[in-house]
Protein backbone atom coordinates (compact mmCIF):
# COMPACT_ATOMS: atom_id res chain seq x y z
CA UNK A 1 0.00 0.00 0.00
CA UNK A 2 1.71 3.53 -1.02
CA UNK A 3 1.99 6.38 1.04
CA UNK A 4 -1.05 8.46 0.01
CA UNK A 5 -3.19 5.60 -0.08
CA UNK A 6 -2.47 5.04 3.64
CA UNK A 7 -2.96 8.74 3.73
CA UNK A 8 -6.43 8.64 2.40
CA UNK A 9 -7.28 5.95 4.47
CA UNK A 10 -6.43 7.84 7.71
CA UNK A 11 -8.37 10.44 6.36
CA UNK A 12 -11.00 8.94 5.81
CA UNK A 13 -11.27 7.33 9.31
CA UNK A 14 -11.32 10.67 10.30
CA UNK A 15 -13.73 11.97 8.62
CA UNK A 16 -16.05 9.13 9.41
CA UNK A 17 -15.45 9.34 12.67
CA UNK A 18 -15.81 13.30 12.68
CA UNK A 19 -18.87 12.72 11.31
CA UNK A 20 -20.18 9.76 13.82
CA UNK A 21 -19.44 12.55 16.44
CA UNK A 22 -21.56 15.35 14.87
CA UNK A 23 -24.44 12.43 14.73
CA UNK A 24 -23.79 12.09 18.19
CA UNK A 25 -23.94 15.82 19.17
CA UNK A 26 -27.21 16.26 17.14
CA UNK A 27 -28.59 13.13 18.72
CA UNK A 28 -31.41 14.03 21.28
CA UNK A 29 -32.66 11.14 23.40
CA UNK A 30 -35.26 9.74 25.25
CA UNK A 31 -33.28 10.74 28.46
CA UNK A 32 -33.14 14.73 27.43
CA UNK A 33 -36.26 15.10 26.99
CA UNK A 34 -37.55 12.83 29.96
CA UNK A 35 -35.15 14.90 31.93
CA UNK A 36 -35.74 18.44 30.41
CA UNK A 37 -39.49 17.85 31.39
CA UNK A 38 -38.90 16.50 35.14
CA UNK A 39 -36.92 19.76 35.38
CA UNK A 40 -39.12 22.23 34.51
CA UNK A 41 -41.98 20.92 36.08
CA UNK A 42 -40.17 23.41 38.83
CA UNK A 43 -40.90 26.13 35.21
CA UNK A 44 -44.51 25.23 35.88
CA UNK A 45 -44.73 25.57 39.70
CA UNK A 46 -43.03 29.08 38.99
CA UNK A 47 -45.51 29.70 36.39
CA UNK A 48 -48.51 29.39 38.90
CA UNK A 49 -47.16 31.25 41.73
CA UNK A 50 -46.89 34.25 39.61
CA UNK A 51 -50.47 33.86 37.90
CA UNK A 52 -51.67 33.12 41.31
CA UNK A 53 -51.28 36.26 42.43
CA UNK A 54 -53.89 38.13 39.85
CA UNK A 55 -56.73 35.47 39.81
CA UNK A 56 -57.12 35.31 43.77
CA UNK A 57 -56.58 39.10 44.52
CA UNK A 58 -60.45 39.51 44.62
CA UNK A 59 -61.03 36.37 46.95
CA UNK A 60 -58.15 36.93 49.09
CA UNK A 61 -58.79 40.41 49.96
CA UNK A 62 -62.43 39.63 50.43
CA UNK A 63 -62.43 37.08 52.38
CA UNK A 64 -58.94 38.51 54.59
CA UNK A 65 -59.99 41.56 54.44
CA UNK A 66 -56.72 42.96 53.19
CA UNK A 67 -56.23 46.74 52.08
CA UNK A 68 -54.69 47.23 48.76
CA UNK A 69 -50.71 47.71 50.66
CA UNK A 70 -51.56 44.54 52.24
CA UNK A 71 -52.01 42.97 49.03
CA UNK A 72 -49.99 44.19 47.29
CA UNK A 73 -47.11 42.77 50.11
CA UNK A 74 -48.36 39.79 49.49
CA UNK A 75 -48.40 39.82 46.14
CA UNK A 76 -44.33 41.28 45.95
CA UNK A 77 -43.44 38.58 48.40
CA UNK A 78 -42.65 35.98 46.36
CA UNK A 79 -40.10 38.36 44.62
CA UNK A 80 -38.64 39.10 48.15
CA UNK A 81 -38.58 35.20 48.74
CA UNK A 82 -36.66 35.09 45.30
CA UNK A 83 -34.31 37.04 46.46
CA UNK A 84 -33.10 34.79 49.19
CA UNK A 85 -33.32 32.05 47.04
CA UNK A 86 -31.16 33.30 44.33
CA UNK A 87 -28.57 34.35 46.95
CA UNK A 88 -28.06 30.73 47.85
CA UNK A 89 -28.96 29.14 44.70
CA UNK A 90 -25.56 29.20 43.00
CA UNK A 91 -23.40 26.87 46.23
CA UNK A 92 -26.57 24.98 46.87
CA UNK A 93 -26.64 23.69 43.19
CA UNK A 94 -22.71 23.11 43.39
CA UNK A 95 -22.98 21.34 46.77
CA UNK A 96 -26.17 19.33 46.79
CA UNK A 97 -26.20 19.00 42.88
CA UNK A 98 -28.78 20.24 40.36
CA UNK A 99 -31.08 17.01 41.27
CA UNK A 100 -30.54 17.31 45.16
CA UNK A 101 -31.34 21.65 44.68
CA UNK A 102 -34.42 20.56 42.55
CA UNK A 103 -35.23 18.47 45.84
CA UNK A 104 -34.71 20.76 48.32
CA UNK A 105 -36.57 23.97 46.31
CA UNK A 106 -39.80 21.31 46.69
CA UNK A 107 -39.95 21.28 50.25
CA UNK A 108 -40.19 25.35 50.26
CA UNK A 109 -42.44 24.74 47.62
CA UNK A 110 -45.36 22.55 49.28
CA UNK A 111 -44.98 24.26 52.20
CA UNK A 112 -46.13 27.62 50.71
CA UNK A 113 -48.83 26.11 49.02
CA UNK A 114 -49.97 24.28 51.98
CA UNK A 115 -49.60 27.84 53.77
CA UNK A 116 -51.58 29.53 51.29
CA UNK A 117 -54.51 27.08 51.21
CA UNK A 118 -54.76 27.19 54.60
CA UNK A 119 -54.19 30.27 55.89
CA UNK A 120 -56.84 32.22 58.40
CA UNK A 121 -54.85 35.12 58.30
CA UNK A 122 -52.82 37.62 56.58
CA UNK A 123 -49.37 36.58 58.48
CA UNK A 124 -49.34 32.95 57.36
CA UNK A 125 -50.33 34.08 54.16
CA UNK A 126 -47.41 36.11 53.59
CA UNK A 127 -45.22 33.23 55.06
CA UNK A 128 -46.61 30.88 52.51
CA UNK A 129 -45.58 33.04 49.91
CA UNK A 130 -42.18 33.94 51.23
CA UNK A 131 -41.52 30.34 51.01
CA UNK A 132 -43.30 29.77 47.38
CA UNK A 133 -40.20 32.33 46.34
CA UNK A 134 -37.49 31.03 48.42
CA UNK A 135 -38.17 27.95 46.35
CA UNK A 136 -38.76 29.52 42.97
CA UNK A 137 -35.52 31.81 43.70
CA UNK A 138 -33.60 28.30 43.82
CA UNK A 139 -35.46 27.28 40.38
CA UNK A 140 -34.92 30.23 38.72
CA UNK A 141 -31.03 29.28 38.79
CA UNK A 142 -30.80 25.64 38.90
CA UNK A 143 -33.63 24.81 36.14
CA UNK A 144 -31.33 26.73 32.95
CA UNK A 145 -28.32 25.61 34.38
CA UNK A 146 -28.95 22.15 34.29
CA UNK A 147 -30.79 22.09 30.80
CA UNK A 148 -27.56 23.68 29.41
CA UNK A 149 -25.21 21.15 31.09
CA UNK A 150 -26.92 18.23 30.06
CA UNK A 151 -28.38 19.01 25.93
CA UNK A 152 -26.56 18.92 23.08
CA UNK A 153 -25.41 22.55 21.89
CA UNK A 154 -27.64 22.53 18.17
CA UNK A 155 -30.83 22.23 20.52
CA UNK A 156 -29.97 23.93 23.86
CA UNK A 157 -31.33 26.98 22.87
CA UNK A 158 -34.55 25.46 22.42
CA UNK A 159 -34.24 22.98 25.18
CA UNK A 160 -33.38 26.02 27.46
CA UNK A 161 -36.05 27.94 26.72
CA UNK A 162 -38.47 25.18 27.44
CA UNK A 163 -37.83 26.64 31.11
CA UNK A 164 -40.32 30.13 29.41
CA UNK A 165 -42.48 27.58 28.14
CA UNK A 166 -44.14 25.82 30.85
CA UNK A 167 -43.68 29.17 33.35
CA UNK A 168 -46.58 30.23 30.74
CA UNK A 169 -48.31 27.03 30.74
CA UNK A 170 -48.97 27.50 34.73
CA UNK A 171 -49.81 31.12 34.50
CA UNK A 172 -51.97 29.95 31.38
CA UNK A 173 -53.70 27.67 33.68
CA UNK A 174 -54.37 29.81 36.75
CA UNK A 175 -55.49 32.40 33.94
CA UNK A 176 -57.69 30.45 32.62
CA UNK A 177 -59.39 28.47 36.03
CA UNK A 178 -58.55 31.44 38.62
CA UNK A 179 -61.94 32.79 38.41
CA UNK A 180 -64.07 29.37 38.53
CA UNK A 181 -62.00 27.98 41.01
CA UNK A 182 -61.60 29.31 44.86
CA UNK A 183 -58.40 30.52 46.35
CA UNK A 184 -57.89 28.12 48.66
CA UNK A 185 -58.67 25.12 46.26
CA UNK A 186 -56.36 26.73 43.78
CA UNK A 187 -53.09 26.72 46.26
CA UNK A 188 -53.61 23.22 46.44
CA UNK A 189 -53.55 22.25 43.00
CA UNK A 190 -50.05 24.20 42.85
CA UNK A 191 -49.44 20.58 44.50
CA UNK A 192 -49.55 19.12 41.20
CA UNK A 193 -46.37 19.79 39.69
CA UNK A 194 -44.51 19.75 42.63
CA UNK A 195 -45.12 16.10 43.57
CA UNK A 196 -44.90 15.29 40.00
CA UNK A 197 -40.87 16.74 40.13
CA UNK A 198 -40.27 14.88 43.55
CA UNK A 199 -40.93 11.80 42.24
CA UNK A 200 -39.66 11.51 38.65
CA UNK A 201 -36.45 13.52 40.24
CA UNK A 202 -35.38 9.69 41.09
CA UNK A 203 -35.10 8.94 37.47
CA UNK A 204 -33.30 11.75 35.60
CA UNK A 205 -28.89 11.60 35.62
CA UNK A 206 -27.01 14.19 37.64
CA UNK A 207 -25.49 16.72 35.49
CA UNK A 208 -22.30 14.94 33.49
CA UNK A 209 -20.53 18.15 34.32
CA UNK A 210 -21.38 19.08 37.34
CA UNK A 211 -19.86 15.11 38.15
CA UNK A 212 -16.73 16.24 36.33
CA UNK A 213 -16.53 19.15 38.82
CA UNK A 214 -17.09 17.18 41.47
CA UNK A 215 -13.87 14.84 40.25
CA UNK A 216 -16.48 11.81 39.91
CA UNK A 217 -14.75 11.25 36.49
CA UNK A 218 -16.82 7.40 35.84
CA UNK A 219 -20.02 8.39 36.82
CA UNK A 220 -19.55 11.61 34.80
CA UNK A 221 -19.16 9.29 31.84
CA UNK A 222 -22.01 7.13 32.87
CA UNK A 223 -24.10 10.25 32.82
CA UNK A 224 -23.29 11.48 29.55
CA UNK A 225 -23.96 8.34 28.06
CA UNK A 226 -27.23 7.82 29.02
CA UNK A 227 -27.96 11.18 27.99
CA UNK A 228 -26.50 10.78 24.49
CA UNK A 229 -27.46 7.12 23.88
CA UNK A 230 -25.95 3.76 24.61
CA UNK A 231 -24.58 3.50 21.25
CA UNK A 232 -23.01 7.23 21.42
CA UNK A 233 -19.23 7.52 21.25
CA UNK A 234 -19.01 10.40 24.20
CA UNK A 235 -14.87 10.20 23.98
CA UNK A 236 -14.64 13.32 22.60
CA UNK A 237 -17.34 15.23 24.84
CA UNK A 238 -15.91 13.44 27.79
CA UNK A 239 -12.41 14.64 27.22
CA UNK A 240 -13.69 18.14 26.32
CA UNK A 241 -15.49 18.35 29.98
CA UNK A 242 -12.56 16.69 31.52
CA UNK A 243 -9.58 19.33 30.56
CA UNK A 244 -11.94 22.43 31.25
CA UNK A 245 -12.38 21.07 34.46
CA UNK A 246 -8.42 20.16 35.11
CA UNK A 247 -7.88 23.80 33.89
CA UNK A 248 -10.12 25.23 35.74
CA UNK A 249 -8.86 22.98 39.17
CA UNK A 250 -4.91 24.25 38.42
CA UNK A 251 -6.43 28.05 39.26
CA UNK A 252 -7.65 29.34 42.26
CA UNK A 253 -11.22 29.41 43.96
CA UNK A 254 -13.78 31.48 42.51
CA UNK A 255 -15.23 33.89 44.57
CA UNK A 256 -17.66 37.05 43.90
CA UNK A 257 -14.80 39.56 44.07
CA UNK A 258 -13.33 37.70 41.39
CA UNK A 259 -16.58 38.64 39.08
CA UNK A 260 -14.93 41.93 38.93
CA UNK A 261 -11.91 40.71 37.31
CA UNK A 262 -11.64 42.58 33.80
CA UNK A 263 -11.80 39.36 31.87
CA UNK A 264 -15.26 38.27 33.76
CA UNK A 265 -16.50 41.97 32.74
CA UNK A 266 -18.72 41.66 29.49
CA UNK A 267 -20.26 38.35 31.20
CA UNK A 268 -21.11 39.92 33.98
CA UNK A 269 -22.43 43.02 32.46
CA UNK A 270 -24.42 40.74 29.81
CA UNK A 271 -26.04 38.82 32.29
CA UNK A 272 -27.21 41.57 35.41
CA UNK A 273 -27.96 43.71 32.47
CA UNK A 274 -30.55 41.71 30.72
CA UNK A 275 -31.95 40.96 34.09
CA UNK A 276 -32.45 44.34 35.12
CA UNK A 277 -33.67 45.31 31.66
CA UNK A 278 -36.34 41.98 32.01
CA UNK A 279 -37.32 43.42 35.15
CA UNK A 280 -37.64 47.28 34.87
CA UNK A 281 -39.93 46.55 31.53
CA UNK A 282 -42.67 46.32 33.99
CA UNK A 283 -43.01 42.74 33.35
CA UNK A 284 -43.29 41.84 37.08
CA UNK A 285 -46.11 43.97 37.70
CA UNK A 286 -47.85 43.05 34.49
CA UNK A 287 -48.03 39.20 35.17
CA UNK A 288 -48.58 39.61 39.25
CA UNK A 289 -51.30 42.41 38.59
CA UNK A 290 -52.88 41.85 35.05
CA UNK A 291 -56.26 42.06 35.99
CA UNK A 292 -55.73 45.72 37.83
CA UNK A 293 -54.58 46.66 34.44
CA UNK A 294 -57.39 45.40 32.79
CA UNK A 295 -59.71 47.23 35.53
CA UNK A 296 -57.77 50.65 35.18
CA UNK A 297 -58.27 50.21 31.47
CA UNK A 298 -62.04 49.69 31.71
CA UNK A 299 -61.36 46.07 30.21
CA UNK A 300 -63.01 42.85 31.97
CA UNK A 301 -60.57 41.13 34.04
CA UNK A 302 -62.01 38.35 33.80
CA UNK A 303 -62.35 37.94 29.95
CA UNK A 304 -58.74 39.42 29.83
CA UNK A 305 -57.17 36.82 31.96
CA UNK A 306 -59.32 33.97 29.63
CA UNK A 307 -57.22 35.98 26.30
CA UNK A 308 -54.25 35.78 28.26
CA UNK A 309 -54.63 32.02 29.04
CA UNK A 310 -55.46 31.11 25.49
CA UNK A 311 -52.52 33.24 24.02
CA UNK A 312 -50.05 32.14 26.00
CA UNK A 313 -48.69 29.01 24.94
CA UNK A 314 -48.52 29.21 21.62
CA UNK A 315 -46.76 32.11 21.67
CA UNK A 316 -43.89 30.32 24.39
CA UNK A 317 -43.94 28.00 21.70
CA UNK A 318 -43.42 30.41 18.87
CA UNK A 319 -39.98 31.60 20.83
CA UNK A 320 -39.30 27.70 21.77
CA UNK A 321 -38.80 27.36 17.59
CA UNK A 322 -37.54 30.42 17.02
CA UNK A 323 -34.26 30.29 19.38
CA UNK A 324 -32.49 28.23 17.22
CA UNK A 325 -33.55 29.57 13.85
CA UNK A 326 -33.62 32.82 14.58
CA UNK A 327 -30.81 32.85 17.29
CA UNK A 328 -30.64 34.92 20.47
CA UNK A 329 -30.26 38.48 19.60
CA UNK A 330 -32.44 38.89 16.73
CA UNK A 331 -35.28 37.18 19.00
CA UNK A 332 -34.45 39.42 21.84
CA UNK A 333 -34.45 42.88 19.63
CA UNK A 334 -38.03 41.81 18.20
CA UNK A 335 -39.22 40.87 21.58
CA UNK A 336 -38.25 43.81 22.95
CA UNK A 337 -39.68 45.89 20.41
CA UNK A 338 -42.74 44.33 20.73
CA UNK A 339 -42.77 45.36 24.39
CA UNK A 340 -41.72 48.75 23.52
CA UNK A 341 -44.57 49.30 21.15
CA UNK A 342 -46.86 47.66 23.97
CA UNK A 343 -45.98 49.76 26.59
CA UNK A 344 -46.20 53.28 24.51
CA UNK A 345 -49.79 51.88 23.26
CA UNK A 346 -50.85 51.71 27.04
CA UNK A 347 -49.50 54.88 28.05
CA UNK A 348 -51.29 57.06 25.14
CA UNK A 349 -54.62 54.78 25.92
CA UNK A 350 -54.67 55.75 29.81
CA UNK A 351 -53.24 58.97 28.89
CA UNK A 352 -56.37 59.72 26.42
CA UNK A 353 -58.63 58.17 29.53
CA UNK A 354 -57.44 60.67 32.16
CA UNK A 355 -58.23 63.69 29.62
CA UNK A 356 -61.22 61.98 28.81
CA UNK A 357 -60.98 61.43 25.27
CA UNK A 358 -61.37 58.15 23.05
CA UNK A 359 -62.89 56.33 26.12
CA UNK A 360 -64.70 53.79 24.20
CA UNK A 361 -61.36 53.15 22.54
CA UNK A 362 -59.73 52.96 25.74
CA UNK A 363 -60.45 49.38 26.80
CA UNK A 364 -59.91 47.62 23.19
CA UNK A 365 -56.63 49.63 23.09
CA UNK A 366 -55.52 48.22 27.09
CA UNK A 367 -56.58 45.00 25.64
CA UNK A 368 -54.07 45.05 22.79
CA UNK A 369 -51.32 46.57 24.81
CA UNK A 370 -51.60 44.14 27.33
CA UNK A 371 -51.64 40.98 25.64
CA UNK A 372 -49.12 42.49 23.22
CA UNK A 373 -46.70 42.90 25.99
CA UNK A 374 -46.83 39.73 27.84
CA UNK A 375 -47.33 38.30 24.00
CA UNK A 376 -43.58 39.79 22.94
CA UNK A 377 -42.45 38.91 26.48
CA UNK A 378 -42.84 35.23 26.20
CA UNK A 379 -41.41 34.97 22.73
CA UNK A 380 -38.04 36.61 23.74
CA UNK A 381 -37.18 38.64 26.83
CA UNK A 382 -39.28 36.03 29.02
CA UNK A 383 -36.59 33.23 28.77
CA UNK A 384 -33.54 34.22 26.71
CA UNK A 385 -31.87 36.00 29.68
CA UNK A 386 -32.08 33.18 31.57
CA UNK A 387 -30.14 31.04 28.45
CA UNK A 388 -27.80 33.05 28.41
CA UNK A 389 -27.08 33.05 31.81
CA UNK A 390 -26.55 29.09 31.61
CA UNK A 391 -24.05 29.92 28.50
CA UNK A 392 -21.54 32.84 29.32
CA UNK A 393 -19.89 31.66 32.24
CA UNK A 394 -17.38 28.95 32.47
CA UNK A 395 -17.43 26.46 35.70
CA UNK A 396 -14.56 27.89 38.12
CA UNK A 397 -17.29 31.28 38.35
CA UNK A 398 -20.67 29.75 37.51
CA UNK A 399 -21.62 29.48 41.04
CA UNK A 400 -20.40 33.04 41.77
CA UNK A 401 -22.02 34.39 38.97
CA UNK A 402 -25.41 32.62 38.51
CA UNK A 403 -26.27 33.80 42.16
CA UNK A 404 -25.41 37.56 41.19
CA UNK A 405 -27.32 37.31 37.76
CA UNK A 406 -30.49 35.60 40.10
CA UNK A 407 -30.31 37.74 42.94
CA UNK A 408 -30.27 41.01 40.89
CA UNK A 409 -32.92 39.46 38.97
CA UNK A 410 -35.30 38.56 42.12
CA UNK A 411 -34.07 42.31 43.28
CA UNK A 412 -35.09 44.21 40.51
CA UNK A 413 -38.38 42.06 40.54
CA UNK A 414 -39.28 42.93 44.06
CA UNK A 415 -38.82 46.63 43.82
CA UNK A 416 -41.15 46.51 40.34
CA UNK A 417 -43.29 44.29 42.13
CA UNK A 418 -44.35 45.93 45.02
CA UNK A 419 -44.21 49.71 43.46
CA UNK A 420 -46.46 48.49 40.62
CA UNK A 421 -49.87 49.05 41.99
CA UNK A 422 -48.85 52.36 43.66
CA UNK A 423 -47.42 53.58 40.53
CA UNK A 424 -50.67 52.86 38.61
CA UNK A 425 -52.97 54.11 41.38
CA UNK A 426 -49.72 57.64 40.79
CA UNK A 427 -49.67 57.82 37.01
CA UNK A 428 -51.25 55.08 35.13
CA UNK A 429 -49.86 56.62 31.77
CA UNK A 430 -46.54 57.90 33.49
CA UNK A 431 -45.64 54.44 34.48
CA UNK A 432 -46.15 52.68 31.01
CA UNK A 433 -44.05 55.66 29.23
CA UNK A 434 -41.29 54.76 32.20
CA UNK A 435 -41.46 50.88 30.91
CA UNK A 436 -41.50 52.05 27.61
CA UNK A 437 -38.19 54.35 27.73
CA UNK A 438 -36.64 50.83 29.62
CA UNK A 439 -37.63 48.97 26.78
CA UNK A 440 -36.12 51.55 24.34
CA UNK A 441 -32.89 51.04 26.46
CA UNK A 442 -32.96 47.64 26.24
CA UNK A 443 -32.80 47.86 22.40
CA UNK A 444 -29.68 49.52 22.26
CA UNK A 445 -28.16 47.71 25.03
CA UNK A 446 -29.03 43.87 23.12
CA UNK A 447 -27.55 45.11 20.27
CA UNK A 448 -24.31 46.62 21.57
CA UNK A 449 -23.92 44.51 24.13
CA UNK A 450 -25.78 41.07 23.79
CA UNK A 451 -23.47 37.93 21.30
CA UNK A 452 -24.93 35.49 19.31
CA UNK A 453 -24.74 32.27 21.32
CA UNK A 454 -26.51 29.67 18.96
CA UNK A 455 -25.01 26.63 18.23
CA UNK A 456 -21.81 26.87 19.99
CA UNK A 457 -20.45 24.99 22.98
CA UNK A 458 -20.55 26.30 26.66
CA UNK A 459 -16.41 26.12 26.10
CA UNK A 460 -16.66 28.14 22.93
CA UNK A 461 -18.75 30.93 24.45
CA UNK A 462 -17.49 30.73 28.09
CA UNK A 463 -14.06 31.38 25.70
CA UNK A 464 -14.48 33.93 23.40
CA UNK A 465 -15.82 35.98 26.33
CA UNK A 466 -13.51 35.47 29.08
CA UNK A 467 -10.77 36.56 25.73
CA UNK A 468 -13.36 39.96 24.85
CA UNK A 469 -10.80 42.36 26.70
CA UNK A 470 -7.52 40.72 26.72
Same mark, same amino acid.
Not at 30 to 42: A, E, K, Q, R
Given at each position: ?122 ? +?? !?? @??? =? ?8 ? *???? /?? &? ?98 ? +?? !?? @??? =? ?8 ? *???? /?? &? ?200
Amino acid at each position: MTMSENQRNLESGLLLKKNQNDVNECRVTPVVLFSTFVSVCGSFCYGCAAGYSSVAQTGITTDLGLTVAQYSIFGSIMTFGGMFGAIFSGKVADIMGRKGTMWFAQIFCIFGWLAIAFTNNSI +LL !DV @GRL =STGFSVGLFS *YVIP /VY &IAEITPKHVRGAFVFANQLFQSCGLSLYYAIGSFVHWRKLALIGLIPCALQVVCLFFIPESPRLLGKWGREKECKASLQRLRGDDADISEEANTIKETMM +LF !DQ @GPK =SSVMDLFQRR *YAPS /VV &IGVGLMLLQQFSGSSGIMLYVGSVFDKGGFSSSIGSMILAVIMIPKALLGLILVEKMGRRPLLLASTGGMCFSSLLLSFSFCFRSYGMLDELTPVFTCIGVVGFISSFAVGMGGLPWIIMSEIFPMNVKVSAGTLVTLSNWSFGWIIAFAYNFMLEWNASGTFLIFFSVCGAGIVFVYAMVPETKGRTLEEIQSSLTDFLQ
